[in-house]
């Protein structure tokens, strides 16, 4: 172990020497954050996602509803099975609002017409489009009661704060950013580490020392580790403080999990690094495996907006579990229970990589 300690502290002190690393490890990560920040920070939506969910059997509320859906140029009506279920995506920032029909929408009361009242749900964290949601559901409603000719209005729209704050874009985007970022230091980072000190020499003079390989591969991967995390503090500083990112999550629980998605990429960077002869070998082949995983792990784009074939197939991507489990924690305060099966997906991956690092690794 001592000589794991050593190792890992020599490789340190030639990474704070190397420009380069520094570039890649503090700087490429914020620039990242910076763009993605502000294209999400700020913007807004002109079409709404909406789950309507409709109590009522009436067929009053069945032409309400569709109305609703022929209003394509401001509305997108997502599918849900209860309010329960809308209430987890609007949590989510899987959609904008929600538009309950009681079940008494639409019967006929005493005075022989009928009545109801509209239940629209907004995130409080944006009452803004709650308002505005509501006061389109107005004018809908105001068409409704003109037709019915009566002094008192017989629909009525009605707001209601879920009570939950929800996810923005940035909030959503930057838990994704996060994940990354551990992404990066370990396919992009460790990949080329041995396979370069493989061209100059170093590991053959290291492979006839008594040091082991095992040894070799721990200590590298405790050192970049700890580059990944001295990466990931970065990032949060400058959400906190450019972006105002809140963390709705506990942090010991956060940090234990994002020690394990750290030391899951970084052992990828391993497995690859220990297995290629050279940079032609390691650079393609970590790509192969980022770019998928990037794109189709949520890291950058939801993946409740693939469809179900596709979405099945990443859900056994190594930075799948990963992303799902720092998002869950970071915006819906979930603790290890409710986090459970990314934790247990991301532990086997854990065991999985570093068994094939230890194997496939080669001296030359």
Same mark, same amino acid.
Request: a positive charge; hydrophobic letters at 45%.
């Given at each position: 172990?001592?000589?794991?300690?050593?190792?890992?502290?020599?490789?340190?002190?030639?990474?704070?020497?190397?420009?380069?690393?520094?570039?890649?490890? =503090?700087?490429?990560?914020?620039?990242?954050?910076?763009?993605?920040?502000?294209?999400?920070?700020?913007?807004?939506?002109?079409?709404?996602?909406?789950?309507?969910?409709?109590?009522?059997?009436?067929?009053?509320?069945?032409?309400?509803?569709?109305?609703?859906?022929?209003?394509?140029?401001?509305?997108?009506?997502?599918?849900?099975?209860?309010?329960?279920?809308?209430?987890?995506?609007?949590?989510?920032?899987?959609?904008?609002?929600?538009?309950?029909?009681?079940?008494?929408?639409?019967?006929?009361?005493?005075?022989?017409?009928?009545?109801?009242?509209?239940?629209? #749900? #907004?995130?409080?964290?944006?009452?803004?489009?709650?308002?505005?949601?509501? /006061?389109?559901?107005?004018?809908?409603?105001?068409?409704?009661?003109?037709?019915?000719?009566?002094?008192?209005?017989?629909?009525?729209?009605?707001?209601?704060?879920?009570?939950?704050?929800?996810?923005?874009?940035?909030?959503?985007?930057?838990?994704?950013?996060?994940?990354?970022?551990?992404?990066?230091?370990?396919?992009?980072?460790?990949?080329?580490?041995?396979?370069?000190?493989?061209? /100059?020499?170093?590991?053959?003079?290291?492979?006839?020392?008594?040091?082991?390989?095992?040894?070799?591969?721990?200590?590298?991967?405790?050192?970049?580790?700890?580059?990944?995390? =001295?990466?990931?503090?970065?990032?949060?500083?400058?959400?906190?403080?450019?972006?105002? %990112?809140?963390?709705?999550?506990?942090?010991?629980?956060?940090?234990?999990?994002?020690?394990?998605?750290?030391?899951?990429?970084?052992?990828?960077?391993?497995?690859?690094?220990?297995?290629?002869?050279?940079?032609?070998?390691?650079?393609?082949?970590?790509?192969?495996?980022?770019?998928?995983?990037?794109?189709?792990?949520?890291?950058?784009?939801?993946? #409740?907006?693939?469809?179900? %074939?596709?979405?099945?197939?990443?859900?056994?991507?190594?930075?799948?579990?990963?992303?799902?489990?720092?998002?869950?924690?970071?915006?819906?305060?979930?603790?290890?229970?409710?986090?459970?099966?990314?934790?247990?997906?991301?532990?086997?991956?854990?065991?999985?990589?570093?068994?094939?690092?230890?194997?496939?690794?080669?001296?030359?």
């Amino acid at each position: 172990m001592r000589a794991i300690l050593i190792f890992t502290l020599t490789q340190i002190k030639r990474f704070f020497r190397d420009p380069v690393a520094l570039f890649f490890t =503090i700087l490429f990560p914020l620039i990242f954050l910076l763009i993605f920040g502000t294209i999400f920070g700020n913007s807004s939506n002109v079409n709404f996602s909406l789950a309507v969910v409709n109590n009522s059997q009436t067929q009053i509320s069945q032409e309400f509803i569709k109305q609703l859906e022929n209003s394509s140029s401001a509305f997108s009506i997502k599918p849900v099975n209860d309010l329960s279920e809308a209430k987890t995506k609007i949590q989510r920032g899987e959609i904008d609002s929600i538009i309950e029909l009681p079940a008494n929408f639409g019967e006929v009361g005493h005075n022989k017409l009928p009545s109801g009242e509209i239940q629209v #749900y #907004y995130n409080p964290s944006n009452p803004q489009t709650g308002q505005t949601i509501a /006061t389109i559901m107005r004018g809908i409603v105001d068409k409704i009661n003109a037709g019915l000719t009566q002094t008192s209005p017989a629909f009525e729209v009605n707001e209601i704060s879920t009570g939950q704050a929800g996810l923005s874009q940035f909030d959503y985007t930057f838990s994704g950013l996060l994940t990354w970022t551990l992404m990066v230091m370990g396919l992009f980072g460790f990949s080329n580490q041995f396979p370069s000190e493989k061209k /100059t020499g170093a590991l053959r003079r290291i492979q006839a020392t008594p040091f082991r390989s095992k040894q070799m591969i721990v200590g590298m991967t405790l050192c970049y580790t700890i580059f990944t995390i =001295i990466s990931v503090i970065c990032m949060l500083t400058a959400g906190f403080f450019i972006f105002h %990112w809140q963390m709705q999550g506990n942090w010991l629980i956060f940090s234990l999990f994002a020690l394990l998605g750290a030391l899951t990429m970084v052992g990828i960077g391993a497995a690859i690094s220990g297995w290629a002869k050279n940079t032609n070998q390691s650079t393609p082949i970590s790509q192969i495996i980022a770019f998928p995983m990037m794109f189709l792990s949520g890291t950058f784009f939801p993946r #409740y907006l693939m469809p179900e %074939w596709l979405k099945s197939i990443t859900n056994w991507l190594p930075l799948t579990p990963i992303n799902d489990g720092l998002r869950m924690i970071t915006t819906e305060n979930q603790n290890f229970l409710g986090i459970w099966p990314q934790l247990a997906m991301t532990s086997a991956w854990f065991l999985i990589i570093y068994i094939i690092a230890f194997k496939v690794f080669r001296w030359e």
